[in-house]
């Protein structure tokens, strides 16, 4: 008896170490490997810094893209040697490529592939993004940009332009005023019709976004701000995902072409 307790007593023994050996290891793993755990709501969630009430937004829009192929070209304006409007302090070159950055995540969460005109400061020329979009499959062009007035320093706003005849470009602008609007923190100032590059010779759907004047030192101070480039991230991922899923079915091309 004294035997087989005694081997009873080592096999507990040996049990209990392997027990302690078997969570020890998932410990480790968990601590090391504690990123690749998470799940991508969270990743979105943290990385983004975005609210429940936001997030609850972002699972609907998610939610409603299920079943649905959407390819989005994102161009943000300028760089490289083009810098656009502003000063060396921030370009708005440095400012369209942080919004484009804070737009990406949140678009691929909802389930839109992403392509990029440019992805870092490079100077690309205007023949190459609008020849870029035409040799894709993409469904949408959306070009991001910031405005400069010089006669008015008062002036301030988002405004969306589109080009002179397209329906569908002009309903995708509307689409995406106004999920700014709803923000209540975006001023705008609606939609318009320009005869830009990259409107006029993109033959899909495109829509270029002044997201607000530089000019005007309120705003300009907002559009230079982490957060509030956050918020026109949000409101225009909303804008550019509802206004696609209202127009799917719809050509992809320009009524204009």
């Known amino acids: 008896m004294r035997v087989y307790r005694a ?3 080592a096999a507990l023994a040996l049990t209990g170490i392997v ?8 410990g480790i793993f968990r601590l090391v490997f504690k990123g690749d755990l998470k799940t991508e709501k969270e990743i979105v969630r943290e990385t983004m810094e ?6 609850d937004l972002l699972d609907e829009l998610k939610e409603k893209m299920k079943g649905t192929e959407f ?5 943000a304006g300028h760089g490289g040697s083009d810098v656009g409007t502003g000063d060396a302090s921030y370009y708005e070159k440095d400012i369209n490529m942080d919004i484009v950055n804070e737009m990406v995540p949140l678009l691929e969460y909802c389930g839109v592939k992403v392509l990029l005109t440019r992805d870092g400061d490079e100077t690309v020329a205007l023949e190459e993004r609008s020849g870029f979009a035409n040799e894709s499959e993409a469904d949408r062009f959306v070009s991001i940009h910031c405005n400069f007035c010089e006669d008015d320093a008062s002036v301030a706003g988002l405004e969306c332009y589109y080009w002179q005849g397209s329906s569908v470009g002009q309903n995708y602008a509307e689409s995406i005023v106004g999920a700014a609007e709803e923000s209540g923190e975006i001023k705008v100032r609606g939609t318009r019709t320009q005869d830009f590059h990259v409107l006029r010779e993109t033959q899909i759907t495109a829509i270029l976004i002044e997201t607000g004047y530089i ?18 991230a949000f409101y225009l991922v909303k804008g550019i995902i509802e206004g696609y899923l209202d127009s799917e079915g719809t050509p992809s091309y320009q009524q204009s072409f």
């Open 7 to 9: 081997r009873f007593l």
């Open 19 to 26: 027990l302690l050996l078997v969570l020890g290891c998932i």
């Open 50 to 55: 975005i609210v429940d009430e936001d997030m």
């Open 71 to 75: 390819t989005l070209i994102l161009d």
């Open 215 to 232: 000019s005007n030192k309120e705003e300009g101070e907002k559009l230079m701000s982490s957060d509030y480039q956050k918020t026109l």
